[in-house]
């Protein structure tokens, strides 16, 4: 079974915590509240609405229908699908979910499939591919309003934007891309921003190389795309 998620948190770092969670599955759709077990910072509250009068009497994760029906599906040939997958599977894993079953992260295929975009994030892909033209009937068929960062709303263009990746691969395609590197081809930011790594590592090769020593907390196939080329520079 495919399952469709999202979460809110309340925030970025290491110590932030699952305030909402939305998951598709199928044709039924399921929101829930969770406790995070500190306070929500009003940064992250000014993205996903959701404040700390609203979580006061809700679950913490481990008490929660999520935490159950999280229990109830790992392994087997269920797939989770999420889009920066990692980062959630990271907050699951945080209350205590290690996922076991396969997983597609909608970010890294999209970039890895349409290399080309000036964006990736799941608004962007959303007004890129035209998802809009689409999703008023769709999301009336689940019974959910289209709210950017409302986990049960993204979910759903998650759901949409996977349909659409299928027209440029099979799903186990999609599986093996969201387990291996993707060779990214152009700079996301700086001062290149925009501009085909490659071409930079040939003109600026220390650019590349004090990025990689700069930045820690470099994305992962960002930092393996850098190398691969700077291996290339003859």
């Not at 797939?79 to 979910?97: C, Q, R, T, Y």
């Not at 289209?146 to 990746?165: E, G």
């Not at 999609?174 to 490659?198: D, Q, T």
Request: proline share 4%.
């Amino acid at each position: 079974m495919l399952i469709f998620f999202d979460t809110e948190t309340t925030g970025l770092e290491a110590n932030d915590r699952i305030c909402a969670v939305g998951m598709v599955e199928e044709d039924q759709t399921h929101y829930e509240l969770i406790h995070p077990g500190r306070k929500i910072p009003p940064a992250a509250s000014a993205i996903h609405q959701i404040t700390n009068e609203m979580v006061k009497e809700a679950p913490v994760f481990a008490d929660s229908k999520s935490y159950l029906r999280f229990r109830e599906l790992n392994g087997g040939s269920n797939v989770l699908i999420s889009h920066n997958a990692p980062f959630d599977l990271a907050m699951l894993a945080k209350e205590g979910i290690e996922w076991q079953g396969e997983v597609i992260d909608t970010l890294k295929c999209a970039k890895a499939l349409m290399d080309d975009l000036e964006g990736y994030s799941l608004q962007f892909l959303r007004y890129e591919l035209r998802l809009y033209r689409e999703e008023e009937p769709f999301f009336t068929d689940h019974g959910a309003l289209i709210t950017p960062h409302h986990p049960v709303s993204d979910a759903l263009h998650v759901k949409m934007l996977y349909s659409y990746l299928l027209d440029l691969a099979e799903h186990e395609k999609l599986v093996a891309i969201s387990k291996s590197h993707v060779l990214l081809n152009r700079l996301p930011f700086g001062k290149y921003a925009k501009r085909r790594i490659e071409e930079i590592a040939l003109k600026d090769a220390g650019y590349l190389k004090w990025m990689l020593e700069s930045l820690v907390d470099m994305d992962g196939d960002l930092r393996y795309s850098i190398e691969h080329f700077l291996r290339e520079v003859p």
